[in-house]
């Protein structure tokens, strides 16, 4: 049987509990631990919430249809072949449940909900190790059997390094001959979108890619995600899916995320600025050491003796900043911590606090 992680698994994002903790408003803290994209949401948000207000005296469509076009359009695929959640949290659950697997095979260190779900679903989880020397990604295909799933993050998390699109072909390929699963997790992949494998989705029938209005969109309080699979796979989840899980204000969001191509260009200009910023920043600290990513957080290891990503993580707290203490992720340790990417201001004062508690 699974067993739980050791540690419950605290999230980046928790802001609401630290600052209640700490006797703060939550707009004293600077949250550099959920990776959320900092230009804020689309700004066509909230002139569409405004127009669909009326309808919330309706239940929501329940087939998400309007936004499963958009997506469709979006993605290159056929509205059948998207099943739109709340969140990609909901369809990681329900799809442990519905396809009651083997066993999960974890690919490490990871988001924690994989495991969670296993054990929820009751399903066995195993796991596959990536190397630090290989920037915690994919480095070989992970043997599988019939009724296995297979989940991987693309990019890996919480390193942010991309897979090798040869390997992937192959562990696709490999996985899917012997009749496994893989559940790609691309939740933070619209930061590079020309790296997606949703073009592969037609070649393996056993391809599942999950995606995310999360991050890159900025709206994680609303709850919207999406899994793009074969429509069999679409109409078999999507039976079974709890009702109206996707609220009307989700589904208006989501669409007019889409609809702003100028929102989508700038954000991966920032990003990859930024993120080219606070890499330099940290990597020039004594002490640290960052690795490389493709997305808006920056995995970092503490290299000096002694020094933990806890204690960092509290010290930091005394600036108001809060950093992801990446040590409960299977496969790392207490030396490891992950920051987002946000704004130029606020990248520089983490790095301006980083420094002061280095020097202590
Ligand atoms: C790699 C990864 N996948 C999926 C999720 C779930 O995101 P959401 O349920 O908000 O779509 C997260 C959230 O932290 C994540 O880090």
Redesign the pocket.
């Known amino acids: 049987m699974t067993t739980l992680p050791e540690k419950t698994p605290p ?3 928790d802001v609401y509990h630290l600052a209640r903790s700490l006797g703060l408003a939550l707009s004293e803290l600077v949250d550099f631990s ?2 959320i994209n900092p230009l804020g949401f689309p700004p066509g948000i909230p002139a569409a919430v405004d127009a669909a207000l009326a309808e919330i005296v309706h239940y929501p469509d329940r087939r998400c249809l309007a936004l499963r076009q958009d997506l469709a359009a979006y993605h290159g695929l056929a509205p059948e072949a998207i099943l739109v ?6 369809l ?1 659950y329900l799809l442990a449940r519905v396809l009651k697997p083997r066993r999960g095979l974890i690919v490490t260190p ?2 924690s ?1 994989y495991e969670h779900a296993l054990h929820a679903a009751g399903v066995p989880a195993d796991f596959f190790p990536t190397a630090e020397a290989h920037n915690f990604t994919l480095d070989d295909v992970p043997a599988a059997q019939a009724g296995d799933l297979v989940f991987a ?1 693309h990019p890996a ?2 390193s942010g390094g991309l897979l090798d699109p040869e390997l992937f072909l192959q562990v696709a390929a490999r996985l899917d001959e012997a009749g496994a699963y893989l559940l790609l ?1 691309e ?2 992949i619209d930061f590079v979108e020309e790296a997606s494998f949703k073009a592969f989705l037609g070649r393996f029938p056993r391809l599942l890619i ?1 995606r ?4 890159f969109f900025a709206i ?1 309080g609303m ?3 999406c899994l793009l699979a074969a429509p069999k796979m679409v109409a078999r989840l999507g039976g079974v899916q709890e009702p109206w899980s996707v609220n009307t204000m989700a589904q208006v969001m989501g669409r007019a995320c889409l609809a702003d191509k100028e929102y989508m260009s700038e954000s991966r200009a920032v990003i990859r600025r930024e993120r080219e910023f606070l890499f330099q920043g940290l990597a020039a600290l004594p002490g640290l050491s960052p690795f490389p990513s493709t997305v808006n957080y920056l995995l970092v290891k503490l290299t000096r003796p002694g020094w933990t990503a806890a204690g960092l993580q509290l010290q930091m707290l005394a600036h108001r900043i809060v950093i992801r203490d990446a040590s409960n992720f299977r496969g790392l340790d207490e030396r490891f911590f992950r920051v987002a990417v946000r704004g130029r201001e606020e990248n520089a004062r983490l790095l301006a606090a980083l420094e002061e508690c280095l020097a202590t």
């Open positions: 999230h980046g994002g959920a990776n959640g709340n969140g990609s949290t909901e990681i990871a988001f909900e993050a998390s919480p997790d939740a933070f999950l995310s209005f999360t991050k994680p709850r919207l995600g």
